[in-house]
């Protein structure tokens, strides 16, 4: 999930084949992820977000994906590669996590997924996110020794345990999506059927009160096409948007145990002319997600975004564009049953000193767009939070704005939720509730973010933690 860069106040102006699968951790190329090639392979909230091969990869296409330990089939691969600005230097990369999951027998999962991970995972021993070591920083000669502990760290190992099972619910339920989800599909029924997905591999249907707190979505999921940016929700009643073979889709989407969320998100497309929109918000996002470290600046990590973001461009139409990154859109830190913890990492140069510290989460995530680079508020809502500093207890003339506080504060707490949410809980007629609520402070609404009208924007994101001598990155699939 996205965050508007909070300092800046500038808002511009304004289904498939039933029956067992394989999990495809390691498998063949899901449809549309031909988008996703390029020469990276990786990944990176409102407020303003490695691979492994050593090489430089920078112009060859194929090889982010190379990097992967197991085969890929090349389905749907481009033939050209991604056409940059300038050559930047060659990055040196850390070696990927050999005890990942792509070294490990393929479990069985259903299609579209519902068998919980508990039954797929009885031993509770989930997947070590992707492992890289500091690249600078004081850490990084402790780093390079490599003797990496998941236990030595701030958090206790039933954390850790638990966040690698909300990534792995992230990644089983994203790569179905990529599988499956094709032009003509309604965005609602992507929505639903990916939320679904993931309430039951958590093992938590989220229906009894207090349910959806212990472990579920971790924000409305965000489904953006073309110049929608981020915190496009499809909400009930709407008139149904469909799904096109030019559109450019972004999916972003949280998965929370315990109030922890893993924000991860991708983008696909239909149309090969996008790819190296897609190649350029990669490698940002993956060129944030190595600057990343114990003590790193803000402003550091911004300034490697940007310059990877600022390499490449695109051609649409016959017209050649840069890619820019969203200046008022940043990456952000996580905190227990917060998306937005505090810091924020926007995507353009800043003077911003503040240093991440050892045992944070960060979604390292990135934007990029043909449009402005400023996202506005779009017309409709995308989803509703429970105010930080909310009172508890608070005279409010409607019984049914009452009501309405007490499920929120039940279900949800400050988790970002949308109207799909509550109404699969049932409750009907609470918009004048909703809004008697948001005029008492209460309740926050979050408003659709776009840039201009023919712009095509894209997204990725990973959730990573810093652990005392190399980081995790939880999110980390062979598809992002
Ligand atoms: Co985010």
């Known amino acids: 999930m996205g965050s508007k860069t909070p300092q800046n106040g500038d808002h511009g102006g304004h289904g498939e084949a039933n029956g067992p699968i394989e999990i495809n951790r390691a498998g063949g190329e899901p449809r549309g992820a031909h988008t996703s090639r390029d020469g990276d392979g990786c990944l990176g909230?409102?407020?303003?977000?490695?691979?492994?091969?050593?090489?430089?990869?920078?112009?060859?296409?194929?090889?982010?994906?190379?990097?992967?330990?197991?085969?890929?089939?090349?389905?749907?691969?481009?033939?050209?590669?991604?056409?940059?600005?300038?050559?930047?230097?060659?990055?040196?990369?850390?070696?990927?996590?050999?005890?990942?999951?792509?070294?490990?027998?393929?479990?069985?999962?259903?299609?579209?997924?519902?068998?919980?991970?508990?039954?797929?995972?009885?031993?509770?021993?989930?997947?070590?996110?992707?492992?890289?070591?500091?690249?600078?920083?004081?850490?990084?000669?402790?780093?390079?020794?490599?003797?990496?502990?998941?236990?030595?760290?701030?958090?206790?190992?039933?954390?850790?345990?638990?966040?690698?099972?909300?990534?792995?619910?992230?990644?089983?339920?994203?790569?179905?999506?990529?599988?499956?989800?094709?032009?003509?599909?309604?965005?609602?029924?992507?929505?639903?059927?990916?939320?679904?997905?993931?309430?039951?591999?958590?093992?938590?249907?989220?229906?009894?009160?207090?349910?959806?707190?212990?472990?579920?979505?971790?924000?409305?999921?965000?489904?953006?096409?073309?110049?929608?940016?981020a915190h496009y929700t499809p909400n009930p009643g709407q008139k149904d948007v469909v799904l096109q073979k030019k559109d450019l889709m972004t999916v972003d989407f949280g998965v929370h145990i315990n109030g922890w969320i893993v924000d991860s998100a991708f983008t696909m497309s239909f149309d090969p002319v996008y790819d190296n929109l897609l190649a350029a918000v990669k490698d940002a996002t993956n060129t944030g997600v190595k600057a990343a470290g114990i003590d790193v600046r803000i402003c550091d990590v911004s300034a490697a975004i940007q310059e990877a973001m600022e390499s490449y461009e695109v051609e649409l139409g016959g017209k050649t564009y840069p890619v820019k990154p969203i200046r008022n859109l940043s990456a952000h830190n996580i905190t227990s049953y917060h998306i937005h913890g505090g810091k924020s990492i926007p995507f353009v140069k800043n003077s911003d000193t503040t240093k991440m510290e050892e045992g944070e989460v960060f979604a390292i995530e990135t934007f990029g767009t043909t449009g402005r680079g400023y996202i506005y508020d779009d017309a409709g809502i995308y989803g509703y939070g429970l105010k930080e500093d909310a009172p508890l207890k608070v005279s409010l003339p409607l019984a049914s704005a009452r009501r309405l506080h007490k499920t929120i504060r039940e279900n949800f707490g400050t988790i970002v939720f949308c109207r799909r949410y509550i109404e699969r809980l049932g409750v009907d007629r609470y918009l004048a509730g909703m809004n008697s609520l948001i005029s008492h402070g209460i309740v926050e609404a979050y408003e659709p973010l776009c840039d201009i009208p023919g712009s095509y924007s894209a997204q990725f994101e990973h959730t990573l933690i810093l652990h005392e001598t190399h980081k995790e990155i939880l999110s980390r699939g062979d598809d992002y």
């Open 45 to 229: 909230d409102a407020g303003g977000d490695d691979d492994g091969d050593g090489d430089d990869d920078d112009d060859d296409k194929e090889a982010s994906l190379a990097t992967l330990e197991t085969p890929l089939s090349t389905e749907g691969a481009p033939t050209d590669a991604p056409k940059k600005r300038k050559k930047s230097k060659p990055r040196k990369r850390k070696k990927n996590n050999k005890d990942g999951a792509a070294s490990s027998p393929p479990s069985k999962q259903s299609s579209p997924p519902r068998i919980p991970l508990s039954d797929l995972f009885p031993n509770g021993d989930y997947f070590e996110g992707e492992v890289q070591l500091y690249t600078k920083g004081p850490r990084a000669a402790a780093a390079g020794e490599a003797r990496y502990d998941a236990l030595r760290h701030s958090h206790d190992g039933v954390f850790l345990q638990n966040y690698r099972k909300a990534a792995e619910v992230h990644r089983q339920t994203r790569q179905w999506v990529q599988r499956t989800v094709k032009p003509g599909d309604k965005l609602m029924d992507i929505a639903n059927g990916l939320e679904d997905s993931v309430r039951a591999l958590l093992g938590h249907d989220g229906l009894e009160p207090g349910d959806s707190l212990k472990a579920g979505m971790g924000f409305p999921t965000g489904i953006c096409l073309n110049n929608q940016v």
